[in-house]
């Protein structure tokens, strides 16, 4: 189904997965950490001025600004394309995309239509509008992304540094890491890896736009509500930021020195996607050949060319490894102590003795395990924080209260919306949009 736009590493099996995933791991380093760190900090300050402005009538749209600046990140981090937040409005269903964000955004809003339908399919005469402007995302899409294809093989041939984009990583780490390599035998030389064809890394692109844009931004989305329904846990993470970052200039908020420090912040990214993983389960294929799962002291046959499907849900949430409140949403169980200072203790010791809880192995699985583990897990752990960062440092959300509602019942409400969960493709709040929030400064 991922084949949209050509084979990629989510797609592919055995050697040609093991390749593809040597290819592929050049974008995902400390380097384009630094980038998306600085661009979710300036994405979530304009996100949160626009929240401000809403007042006491309450931010209608948190899911769908989540999705806003996941995406504008991503195009950032991918292409080098930096846009204002507010600049992506709702047009018109019968406008064509004109730009790559435009054409981008379409696509993971309608992704389960193109994976269902052939791509010949939208270019039929009598679809409707709204398929008819899929269509165009489609094709507009894979026109940017030939164009910046052949500009950076130009840049290539001529011998000049590349534009530093997702395309020019993958290109040029194909290229190096498919020289021919001086052979340990003298029988006959080694060679190096096959290049990554053209559809190949069409295809990559587009799995790690699909696979980048919509986990984080439902994790953001749902991470929102959840603060919103919890002011002890915005406290809690709050007083962590306010210590690690003291100047209100972002600027000055150092990825290297400042990310590892937030502890409490990615905890709250962890608890999420321990209870509401936008992925229900994570797809194992055993191959060409039978596979022995090992459980319970015994050994399990599993036939070769059989998918499995572990429930991520039911292993996250099993008492035996998180407790009798295993259903309940509480971040600081991902915090450990090494000496338990009191809480009287000066907040720098108590903060300096705090990290990140290992569970035990094969429990938390929210990125996958073992050789097929995702490749974006810190990119999405980055942006996150950031986001966070940028949002709950100064600032407050609170839900809007109805008519004869206290603000106690309120919260209920908000957790109430955020179960009311189902799965179209990835995990969703069926209707977040019926929670406003509103935000104020501490």
Not at 176 to 185: I, M
Not at 258 to 285: D, Q, S
Not at 300 to 326: C, E, F, Q
Not at 381 to 390: I, K, L
């Amino acid at each position: 189904m991922l084949n949209v736009f050509g084979p990629n590493l989510s797609t592919a099996e055995g050697p040609e997965w093991q390749r593809q995933r040597k290819l592929t791991a050049t974008p995902f380093n400390e380097q384009r950490s630094v980038l998306v760190w600085a661009e979710a900090l300036r994405q979530a300050e304009d996100m949160l001025r626009s929240w401000l402005a809403y007042g006491q009538t309450g931010v209608p749209s948190t899911a769908d600004d989540s999705r806003t600046l996941a995406l504008h990140v991503l195009a950032f981090a991918a292409f080098q394309k930096s846009y204002p937040f507010a600049s992506l409005v709702n047009k018109d269903s019968s406008d064509r995309p004109t730009t790559y964000r435009d054409s981008l955004a379409i696509i993971l809003k309608n992704v389960l239509i193109i994976l269902v339908l052939p791509v010949k399919a939208f270019e039929l005469p009598f679809l409707p509008a709204k398929w008819a402007r899929v269509g165009w995302a489609v094709t507009e899409f894979r026109r940017y992304m030939l164009a910046q294809l052949a500009e950076e093989k130009q840049l290539v041939a001529e011998g000049r540094q590349g534009s530093g984009n997702l395309i020019s990583n993958l290109l040029r780490a194909s290229d190096e890491l498919a020289q021919p390599v001086q052979s340990t035998r003298q029988a006959e030389p080694a060679r190096g890896l096959k290049p990554l064809t053209q559809d190949e890394i069409l295809g990559n692109v587009f799995v790690f736009n699909f696979a980048g844009h919509d986990t984080t931004a439902i994790s953001l989305g749902y991470s929102m509500l959840l603060m919103a329904a919890h002011p002890g846990v915005q406290d809690w993470v709050a007083e962590e930021l306010n210590h690690h970052l003291l100047s209100d200039d972002r600027q000055t908020w150092n990825y290297e020195e400042v990310f590892p420090k937030l502890k409490r912040t990615l905890a709250v990214l962890l608890e999420t996607l321990r209870m509401y993983n936008p992925l229900p389960g994570i797809p194992k294929y055993t191959g060409d050949q039978h596979r022995v799962l090992q459980a319970n002291g015994r050994d399990i046959n599993i036939p070769k060319d059989t998918l499995v499907v572990p429930n991520l849900m039911a292993l996250h949430t099993h008492p035996r490894y998180w407790g009798k409140d295993s259903l309940v949403w509480r971040p600081s169980r991902w915090i450990e102590s090494s000496h338990h200072p009191p809480t009287s203790s000066p907040l720098a010791s108590r903060l300096g003795d705090e990290s990140i809880m290992t569970p035990p192995k094969g429990s938390f699985i929210a990125w996958s395990e073992g050789m097929r583990n995702c490749p974006g897990k810190k990119f999405a752990q980055v942006e996150f924080v950031a986001t966070m960062a940028a949002v709950f440092r100064n600032h407050k959300a609170h839900p809007v209260v109805k008519q004869g509602e206290t603000l106690d019942e309120a919260r209920v409400r908000v957790l109430n919306v955020v179960k009311n969960s189902t799965v179209e493709l990835l995990l969703q709040m069926r209707d977040p949009d019926s929670v406003a929030l509103t935000w104020a400064p501490r």
